[in-house]
Antibody, heavy 121, light 107 residues
């Protein structure tokens, strides 16, 4: 069965970096683009962008350029989100979500369990 | 970017009630539209894709309708496990924006 398993919670100081992993299983990793979605405490879902798992080409939503980097290691079917120069406002749960096209429509059909990143001094 | 206006932001209802949540988009998106359910501490789960198609494994009391700019999620008879937050999403064009969510609470 399809599973996306993310790395555990992180507590970081402002200015530090964090790398969140998302390991996929149960399907061909390079057949589905991987998305990243942020959810700040008590807030809604915010699409951060995606990475083409075939080419490794990332696309970032506005507001997620510069300090945010999506990457892959296809040998272990894993996607990564790295955030540099962390700020308090980066405190959130970060989800990876697989993208499928069903009846011609893009849908995020499988999600990781989420990784809480807390930025605090 | 396409703006999503979801209403209501919160809703109190009882087990057995029929509930409707609506979402309006700032431009026409045909049926490139999805609904997700999120329970506290859990990842979102897709309920409806392509505006009206029920995701495999989702109970038939959930239904979606609409196209263009106006969309509706209906829960025919609320069950205890349906109390959660619901999000709409457009997948017509990047960025794939979400609505602000509707928190469905027990009355």
């Amino acid at each position: 069965q399809v599973q996306l398993v993310q790395s555990g919670s992180e507590l970081k100081k402002p200015g530090a970096s964090v790398k969140v992993s998302c390991k996929a299983s149960g399907y061909t990793f390079t057949s589905h683009t991987m998305n990243w979605v942020r959810q700040a405490p008590g807030q809604g879902l915010e699409w951060m962008g995606w990475i083409n798992t075939n080419t490794g080409n990332p696309t970032y939503a506005q507001g997620f350029t510069g300090r945010f980097v999506f990457s892959l290691d296809t040998s272990v079917s894993t996607a990564y989100l790295q955030i540099s120069y962390l700020k308090a406002e980066d405190t959130a749960v970060y989800y990876c979500a697989r993208y499928s096209v069903v009846r011609g429509v893009i849908v995020f059909d499988y999600w990781g369990q989420g990784t809480l990143v807390t930025v605090s001094s | 970017d396409i703006q999503m206006t979801q209403s209501p932001s919160s809703l109190s209802a009882s087990v057995g009630d029929r509930v409707t949540i609506t979402c309006r988009t700032s431009q026409s998106i045909s049926s490139y539209f999805n609904w997700y359910q999120q329970k506290p501490g859990k990842a979102p789960k897709v309920l409806i894709y392509a505006a009206s198609s029920l995701q495999s494994g989702v109970p038939s009391r959930f239904s979606g309708s609409g196209s263009g700019t106006d969309f509706t999620l209906t829960i025919a008879s609320l069950q205890p496990e349906d109390f959660a937050t619901y999000y709409c999403q457009q997948s017509y064009i990047s960025p794939y924006t979400f609505g602000q969510g509707t928190k469905l609470e027990i009355k």
